[in-house]
């Protein structure tokens, strides 16, 4: 697979500064503290993602009014309404490495921790304009928010980004990642949560790349039962063919 720093060298000619300044999203670095969040700023500035980010917004979902991403801080990721923002901590950045080296990503499945990292990097951010998208414009959405956005960030990998469809496989995996950390229950207040359970937002992930192209993917919902496969790989051709259209609906009506 290409790297996304490669994939990405084209959209990465144009300073990101520079970019911003013809759109209306604004990047903003807090001064990084310690070795490792300097290391991580320098990987986010040549990742391309900015810069990926601001070309999709541009060509696909504007927003009305500037949405600014800060880069630093304690909290996040997460996309403040009442001034917004999204905030990105360097130590989410940092965090996303580790459990991709910790996981053996490149012996498992032929890739740099670092590029998984990345992916799990552009899913996120697309995840938090997902949201700041729908404060922005007023979209109604029906059930949990934090689901439409998932499948806004996977889409929009899918369909516009140079092998969105692994990268977003990438993402899934750091869900799967995370779920493996947890105790083998939940607390009661986590089934009222806004967010899906971390395997479901894995499975939830995969069944779109699936879905958009199955006779590539064949193989990779093979984690679910034989007895359930077909029918889970029906459903999610369907999905994702729904879903798609939905979205392309609705953005295609505001350009």
């Known amino acids: 697979m290409k790297s996304l720093l490669v994939s990405l060298s084209l959209s990465s000619l144009l300073a990101s500064s520079a970019l911003a300044a013809q759109n209306n999203i604004s990047i903003e670095y807090q001064t990084a503290k310690g070795k490792e969040d300097k290391s ?13 980010l601001v070309e999709l917004s541009n060509a696909h979902f504007a927003f009305n009014k500037t949405l600014t991403i800060r880069y630093g801080g304690e909290e996040g990721p997460m996309y403040d309404p009442d001034t917004h923002i999204i905030h990105v901590p360097y130590s989410f950045v940092a965090e996303s490495l580790q459990y991709f080296k910790k996981n053996d990503y490149q012996k498992k499945y032929g890739k740099e921790p670092q590029l998984g990292a990345i992916d799990t990097f552009l899913h996120t951010l697309l995840h938090e304009a997902g949201h700041a998208l729908v404060a922005d414009q007023d979209i109604p959405v029906l059930g949990k928010e ?9 889409l929009m990998m899918i369909n516009y980004v140079e092998e969105g469809d692994d990268a977003a496989i990438s993402a899934a995996d750091m869900f799967a990642f995370e779920s493996e950390n947890r105790p083998d229950y939940y607390d009661f207040g986590e089934y009222i949560d806004e967010h899906s359970f971390d395997l479901q937002r894995y499975f939830s992930t995969l069944c779109l790349v699936y879905g958009s192209a199955p006779e590539k993917h064949q193989k990779l919902l093979d984690e679910v039962e ?12 369907d999905n994702f063919q729904q879903l798609d259209h ?3 609906q609705y953005l295609s009506s505001k350009n």
């Open 40 to 52: 991580v700023q320098q990987l986010i500035e040549r990742s391309g993602v900015n810069e990926t």
């Open 246 to 248: 939905n979205w392309h």
């Open 146 to 154: 934090e689901d439409a956005v998932d499948n806004f960030a996977t």
């Open 226 to 237: 034989k007895d359930y496969l077909s029918e889970r790989k029906d459903f999610c051709i």
